[in-house]
Each structure stands twice: as C-alpha cells, then as structure tokens.
T-cell receptor
Framework: KAGVTQTPRYLIKTRGQQVTLSCSPISGHRSVSWYQQTPGQGLQFLFEYFSETQRNKGNFPGRFSGRQFSNSRSEMNVSTLELGDSALYLC?????????????FGEGSWLTVV | AQSVTQLDSQVPVFEEAPVELRCNYSSSVSVYLFWYVQYPNQGLQLLLKYLSGSTLVKGINGFEAEFNKSQTSFHLRKPSVHISDTAEYFCAVSERGRDDKIIFGKGTRLHILP
C-alpha cells in the first residue's frame, strides 16, 4: 500500500510569490492534515480536512489556505510568501476523524523563500 | 487547552546504553498520547501510542513508553540504543472528545555516541 505522497519535494520561491503543495493520502484515508516544521517553532498544525470539509485550523494567517478534493487528495496554498515561510511542510493522513486514529506522514515538501 | 513539553532538546547517549526521553503534557480531559520519530530528511513515523488500557505501551524498534496520569507524563525508553536510533523524537497529545487537534512537542534530538 503506497504511503502519503507529497509533491514537490523541494522548491525555491521568491518573496511575494505564491506556492501550491500537493498531498495524496494513503488509499482509503479520508482525513488529511498539514503541518509546518521549522527549527525554531517545531511542528505547528495548519489545518485538517475530512471529506472535503475543513475541520480544524491552526493559528496561521489567511495567506495559508487549503482544500481537499473528492478523491481525498489535498492541496495547500501560501500566497504572498515571506522569508519566514521557509519550512518543511508535512502532510499526514488517517482513516477517520480525530486523532485516536493513527496518522501517517509524508516525507514533506521543503520550501525555501529567498 | 492541551500542551506538550519535551524537557530535553538534545540527549547524547552512548551506543548500547539505555535512554529515556521525557514528555509531560497538560490537559483537563482524557488524552491520547503518541511518540513519533523523524529520521534525517524524512517525515514522521509512529513509534507507539497510548489510547487506553495498559499504561505500559510497547512500540517498534524496541521502544516503550509509560503513561503516568498522576504525573501527566509519557516518557519514552529504550534499554539499549543503536546508532540507527539517531533521530528526532516527538511526543504528541490529542484530547478525547474535543476538536481532536493533535499537538506536538518541540522534539528531542537523540545523539548516539560511538
């Protein structure tokens, strides 16, 4: 069974640009969540989607948005990039709502903003 | 609201020695508890989880953790570490019946010394 797949793995963007990251969950998983990982802040929760609906949202500005499609694939978008957005963005999927279920992580997308 | 504190940002330990990585949490309700491991340039992988039942939880790669409700702790232990255990370890908590958002600690980097 294929794991969580994230694309692209690495990308470099310029301040002010926007970026879209993609995540394909494990087959059959309906919940997808996104995290930002930086050396200073650790892992921070961005948002969670279940069956195309956003269930939870972390404390990030409106420049960070996401969506989930009917096939459970998810995208997150960051507009008007800032240097501080440089981070590893991790996607995770699980079979059900909530986190009593095990969540499985992808290998992440490394974003560098210059 | 729940929170997670990993008391050590880095832990050096000699190969074949025992190790304990400490984790304390704060919550006003019952919780689920997790330990994840992140190897270099990879996403997070579940080591073990506590949902209910026995307070001693065994995970992969010889790791185990003990849930201590009175001390609100979930420390991770391994009796004999190997060089391949070099990684960052994250403790995480999710509150039952709440918005099920999972909160991660800031991580503990385990350095195995030869």
């Amino acid at each position: 069974k294929a794991g969580v797949t994230q694309t692209p793995r690495y990308l470099i963007k310029t301040r002010g640009q926007q970026v879209t990251l993609s995540c394909s969950p494990i087959s059959g998983h309906r919940s997808v969540s996104w995290y930002q990982q930086t050396p200073g802040q650790g892992l921070q929760f961005l948002f969670e989607y279940f069956s195309e609906t956003q269930r939870n949202k972390g404390n990030f500005p409106g420049r960070f948005s996401g969506r989930q499609f009917s096939n459970s694939r998810s995208e997150m978008n960051v507009s008007t990039l800032e240097l501080g957005d440089s981070a590893l963005y991790l996607c995770a999927s699980s079979s059900g709502q909530g986190f009593g279920n095990t969540i499985y992580f992808g290998e992440g997308s490394w974003l560098t903003v210059v | 609201a729940q929170s997670v504190t990993q008391l050590d940002s880095q832990v050096p330990v000699f190969e074949e020695a025992p190790v304990e990585l400490r984790c304390n949490y704060s919550s006003s309700v019952s919780v689920y508890l997790f330990w994840y491991v992140q190897y270099p340039n990879q996403g997070l992988q579940l080591l073990l989880k506590y949902l209910s039942g026995s307070t001693l939880v065994k995970g992969i790669n010889g790791f185990e953790a003990e849930f201590n409700k009175s001390q609100t702790s979930f420390h991770l232990r391994k009796p004999s570490v190997h060089i391949s255990d070099t990684a960052e370890y994250f403790c995480a908590v999710s509150e039952r019946g709440r918005d099920d958002k999972i909160i991660f600690g800031k991580g503990t980097r385990l350095h195995i010394l030869p």
